[in-house]
């Protein structure tokens, strides 16, 4: 396998009005091999749109990276204040399919014209007629009517309308692909033609490989390699998407898979209603795990001391159970706290 991303140690800020800054990513790593998909999950407000956000280079205040570097294609860009990304990055090396895409196109604009704005961003030697030939070509290879191009966005439904904005996001070949909770405004016909139609467009290599943030479990099985949990501004535990839906190693993972999932085998013979306890603040989140004040299974040193990652940067669970108990999945007791 070809590696297509490294990014390493992310972190980044909310700075609010009073002065304070609120760390919703902090010291997150994310690897992506060429083909792939990375889903990552997490209850509402634990940081998955601030990670998109960071890995899309679409941050803007008040958020702020604080640091990380981002490699794409062995190519390494350093986050922060002080970094200097090549505008030739946004959108062509990463680009974000964004949430909702109803409020991404303006109303009084064609899909033309915004076909022509966008590459004429990164690049304004293409004249709007070569702009309009390529996404031409690119509806056609999917199979999309080519007459969406002469639409005003109220004229589209809403599924035709999401899968015209990921045309549009990847008519510059980008590397890699964030997208933002796309499915989640849509029917579920809807959802599965366009998850059909990206993973059509990765076959295609238009993008190198897709990390897709939301918070809907079962998309995300349908969807990804491998799977991502996110919890407080930090990733709690990372996998294959079978190993991490059937056999989790984090006892917030299995919590969260036992709330939301039509339960798999293990959990079939309980239903958890929900996880005992609410997210924390992340203006003032928990020492040592995060997680610990929720967790049916935590030790002392849980409230202390920041969990080891146990595994490698493609399967591991940031926490002391798991080093414990190494290749065990949580035991039910986990979940149940
Ligand atoms: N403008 C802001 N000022 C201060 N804090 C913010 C701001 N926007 C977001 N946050 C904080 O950042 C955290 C992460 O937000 P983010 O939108 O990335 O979460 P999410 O997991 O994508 O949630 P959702 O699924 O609801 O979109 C939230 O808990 C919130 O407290």
Redesign the pocket.
């Known amino acids: 396998m070809t590696r297509l991303l490294d990014a390493e140690n992310l972190r980044a800020a ?3 009005p009073d002065g304070r800054q ?1 760390f ?2 902090d010291g997150v790593s994310v690897h992506l091999d060429e083909g792939e998909v990375l889903g990552v999950a ?12 960071i890995l899309s280079l679409t941050t803007r205040p ?2 702020h990276v604080e640091s990380g570097t981002l490699e794409i294609d062995g190519q390494r860009q350093e986050l922060g204040a002080r970094s200097k990304i090549p505008r030739t990055w946004r959108g062509s090396v990463v680009s974000l399919l964004p ?1 909702g895409a109803m409020s991404s196109i303006s109303p009084t604009m064609r899909v033309r014209d915004l076909v022509v704005d966008v590459v004429r961003a990164h690049d304004r030697s293409v004249k709007p007629d070569e702009a309009l030939d390529r996404a031409r070509d690119r509806l056609r290879s999917l199979d999309l009517p080519v007459r969406v191009l002469d639409s005003y966005p109220h004229q589209l439904s809403g599924g035709m309308k999401q899968r015209t904005v990921t045309v549009i996001s990847t008519l510059l070949n980008p590397r890699l692909l964030i997208a ?2 796309p499915t989640s405004a849509l029917d579920v016909s809807s959802q599965k033609a366009l998850i059909e139609m990206l993973l059509h467009m990765l076959e295609q290599k238009i993008m190198g490989g897709v990390v897709f ?1 939301t ?1 809907d479990l079962p998309v995300l099985r349908t969807v990804s390699d491998r799977i991502a949990i ?1 919890y407080a ?1 930090k990733i709690v535990e990372v996998g294959d998407a079978a190993s991490i839906t059937d056999a989790p190693r984090h006892p917030y993972s299995a919590a969260l898979l036992g709330a939301v999932l039509v339960p798999e085998p293990r959990f079939r013979s309980m239903r958890v209603n929900g996880i005992p306890g609410s ?1 924390p ?3 003032n989140p928990p020492s040592g795990c995060r997680f610990h004040p929720r967790c049916g299974v935590a030790y002392d040193e849980c409230a202390t001391t920041e969990p080891p990652h146990v595994g490698g940067d493609l399967r591991y669970s940031a926490c002391f159970w798991a080093a414990k108990h190494p290749g065990e999945p949580v035991p039910l007791a986990a979940v149940t706290a």
């Open positions: 909310y700075r609010t609120v919703a990513v997490g209850e509402s407000g634990c940081g998955k749109s601030t990670l998109g956000a008040p958020l949430q933002d909770e943030v918070h996110m501004g997210p603040s992340l203006a």
